[in-house]
């Protein structure tokens, strides 16, 4: 499924006007990183801006617009407002469910894991716990 979503900054600096946008696929960063990384590094490395200039500085100081949520991301943002920890947390959980359901229907012979709330939830805390060991 495609989640992503839009992101946008629009600041001025030095008498001149930027604005700043991407299409974020939120599952590739998902892939590669345990929470979303910064948006406003994002957009500052889709439009080649340095992190440690003062164009980036103003830029961080200005809040980012998101809009066009596309699957899951549709769920967290209300009001204009994108809740990307809550979305990872919820993303990297269910990735975990996916890789558990065959283990507890090989090993157990459980056929829906959400059926069994206790188990899932050890059983991701346990696999949480290897990963982190």
Not at 101 to 123: F, M
């Amino acid at each position: 499924m495609n989640n992503s979503i839009t992101a946008r900054v629009e600041f001025s600096f030095k008498g001149e006007d930027y604005s700043y946008t991407a299409s974020i696929d939120l599952n590739q960063l998902l892939l590669q990183h345990s929470s979303l990384p910064s948006f406003h590094v994002i957009l500052a490395k889709l439009h080649k801006i340095d992190t440690y200039s003062y164009l980036y500085e103003v830029m961080e100081a200005t809040d980012i617009e998101f809009s066009n949520p596309a699957g899951c991301a549709a769920n967290y943002l209300l009001d204009g407002e994108f809740d990307p920890s809550a979305l990872a947390a919820d993303w990297h959980t269910a990735k975990v469910s996916v890789l558990l359901q065959p283990i507890a229907e090989r090993e157990l012979g459980i056929t829906d894991l959400n059926q069994h709330p206790a188990l899932k939830r050890a059983l991701v805390a346990a696999y949480y716990l290897g990963s982190n060991a």
